[in-house]
């Protein structure tokens, strides 16, 4: 009979195999996985030793990442081949050896060879946490809708993408990589430009918007001759000549506002474009700082890391108030769509309590970095 902490372990792998199916939608044969898992425990100690590796208390692998690697290894080499070629390959010494082989030398180098990078935060930090609870809360309210509009469900789609953007910027900072997490910022600003300009006007705009992105892949669209009249002959309407300009803003000109504007206080461009018509340019020093470290220059190397780290995570907190302030309105408007319709009744009043619990932190960080 297996002793407690063979029961646990069990019991720990059953859980996790359970887990990795339900996050990638791949059943693989975890029978196979327990022998494998077996075998690689063994060559990893092996591949310790061999390397004079001592670990200190709590360095070994875990038993969930063994597990993930060894899962992730398999459905890589096999996702994509037919069940029985799965089911032969498996059996195979050759492959079961690979496997052995490359995830136990995987688990060493990555786990114990890697240079670990000091962060200003972590994952579990206050002030990461917390921009991560609005974003997850705010996915979930969002993932309620279900319905056959067309508008509802674009900008649903857009919110979740800034969302998920959000939550690879905290992941960034969380990491200790806030130069990275400043250049993901500048993208999330744009998108945010877009939902502010978006969430503003009619659904017009948006089924043009819509319309206007098929520009973007011209060269393997099977349309594309019809495509490219269709935009030369709405440069010509709107008396546009910079074709690239176009492309990139022009589905901003079917707003009256800008199109009675351009030359004179609008133009096809980020800065006094989409970013002034969305209302943000008192940003725009933001976005150009973060724009100077797209490539490489001084600027990453001499500003400190804690200063990019600080830089994020306000801007961060102004970008994510505006998106949430939009989906607020987005969830009242479609409350009816929802399969959970009293979530999105209570979605304004839960969210400004995280969005709070975030003022807060911020407060911290400005006073440690005041210090």
Not at 128 to 135: G, H, K, L
Request: net charge positive; aromatic share 12%.
């Amino acid at each position: 009979m297996p002793n407690i902490s063979e029961q646990m372990e069990e019991r720990i792998f059953q859980a996790q195999m359970a887990r990795l199916t339900r996050i990638t939608g791949k059943t693989v044969d975890a029978a196979f996985i327990r022998e494998m898992y077996d075998k690689v425990k063994q060559q990893y100690a092996a591949e310790l030793e061999r390397r004079k590796i001592r670990l200190r208390a709590l360095d070994g692998a875990r038993l969930d990442e063994v597990v993930s690697y060894i899962f992730y290894f398999h459905i890589f080499h096999t996702s994509h081949l037919p069940q029985p070629f799965v089911e032969r390959l498996q059996g195979e010494q050759n492959y079961r050896n690979l496997l052995v082989h490359d995830v136990a030398i995987y688990i060493v180098i990555n786990e114990h060879l890697n240079v670990e990078k000091k962060s200003n935060t972590s994952a579990y930090s206050p002030e990461i946490a917390a921009f991560n609870m609005a974003c997850s809360y705010s996915l979930f309210v969002l993932g309620t809708l279900r319905g056959e509009d067309r508008r509802m469900n674009g900008i649903n789609n857009l919110f979740k993408k800034s969302l998920v953007t959000i939550k690879s910027v905290i992941n960034l900072l969380a990491a200790g990589n806030s130069c990275d997490a400043v250049i993901l910022w500048r993208h999330l600003h744009e998108l945010e430009c877009v939902l502010i300009v978006l969430n503003a006007r009619g659904d017009d705009l948006f089924f043009e918007y819509v319309k206007h992105m098929e520009y973007f892949d011209l060269e393997n669209n099977p349309n594309a001759e019809q495509l490219q009249k269709r935009l030369s002959e709405e440069c010509k309407t709107f008396g546009i000549k910079e074709r690239n300009a176009f492309i990139n803003y022009g589905w901003l000109m079917h707003i009256e506002e800008f199109r009675g504007g351009i030359g004179k206080e609008y133009r096809l461009n980020f800065k006094d474009g989409l970013q002034k018509i969305a209302g943000q340019s008192a940003r725009h020093a933001a976005y150009a700082s973060a724009s100077k470290i797209l490539h490489p220059s001084a600027w990453v190397v001499t500003i400190r890391d804690d200063n990019f780290y600080k830089f994020t995570v306000f801007e961060l907190q102004r970008s994510v108030v505006n998106i949430v302030d939009l989906i607020k309105k987005y969830v009242a408007r479609y409350r009816d769509y929802s399969m959970r319709a009293a979530e999105c009744d209570a979605y304004a009043r839960t969210i400004d309590g995280y969005l709070g619990m975030i003022g807060r932190n911020m407060k911290i960080v400005a006073a440690k970095y005041r210090a």
